[in-house]
């Protein structure tokens, strides 16, 4: 199946789909170990970086702790330096939460649209198709984004999950947004990166749902849904 060709509207999800949010991730952690590294210190900044690792793996892999997470970004990263501290007996939270703080303000700045995006944007806009941003997280993070990236000009809605109350993939953000651009389900492309929590509510609301399947895995094994397209990034949808 591919998505209907005439959309009447077009919702988006936002980190992942719009904006990489995880390419650099791993080298701005580094960074962040390095300037915090005390010289007397048993382990390397590496060693420090492999431990934060495994915490936030470990962290983001559990369902409650990623909802309550993601609500709190800066208190979600204090915490998992602040484990991985305890992991290697550092006894430094002042300086567990320092290189927490330093790394989530390196990453704001490193957060950046993937290739093509805006330019995606701004010709659905200029075609005059509605479009809606639907995104999870806490406001004030993602607000950010939106803000930083000027992304509200292409929107007619924005939901934060923050802000709206509730996130994908609950039905409620969906429908509100539907109310909001005023078009039935059957109209509407829904586009995002997660399975679960963009894919599985727009078909069982009965949108047509665009996957964004950037690394070119194809589909699980073990879906929990099948999308009527697949694309790598959103600049596809214009080719």
């Known amino acids: 199946m591919t998505a209907s060709a005439s959309p009447k509207a077009i919702f988006f999800d ?14 701005s952690w580094l960074e962040s170990c390095e300037r915090h590294h005390i010289a ?34 800066d208190g979600s990263s204090r915490e998992i330096v602040r484990m991985a501290f305890e992991d290697l007996s550092l006894p430094h939270e002042d300086v567990a939460h320092d290189l927490a703080d330093f790394y989530r303000a390196l990453r704001a ?16 806009h200029q075609r005059g198709i509605p479009m809606a941003l639907i995104t999870n997280g806490e406001a004030r993070n993602q607000r950010r984004s939106v803000t930083t990236h000027a992304l509200e000009q292409y929107f007619h809605c924005v939901v934060i999950e923050g802000e709206f109350g509730v996130g994908k993939p ?11 651009i005023g078009c039935e389900p059957s109209d509407v492309w829904m586009v995002g990166d997660s399975l679960e929590a963009d894919i599985a509510p727009a078909v069982a609301l009965g949108m047509h749902a665009v996957w964004v399947d950037e690394t070119g895995d194809g589909l699980p094994r073990r879906a929990p849904v099948k999308p009527h397209r697949i694309v790598r990034v959103i600049s596809e949808l214009v080719e």
């Open 170 to 180: 609950d039905k409620r953000v969906f429908r509100h947004a539907l109310s909001e």
């Open 40 to 73: 007397d210190w048993p382990h390397s900044p590496a060693d420090v970086h492999a431990a934060i690792r495994k915490r936030r793996l470990w962290f983001w892999d559990g369902q409650e702790r990623a909802k309550r997470g993601r609500m709190d970004l």
């Open 14 to 27: 936002m980190d992942g789909t719009i904006l990489d949010w995880t390419t650099g991730m791993e080298e």
């Open 109 to 124: 700045t490193r957060i950046v649209p993937y290739d093509g995006a805006i330019e995606t944007l701004a010709h659905f």
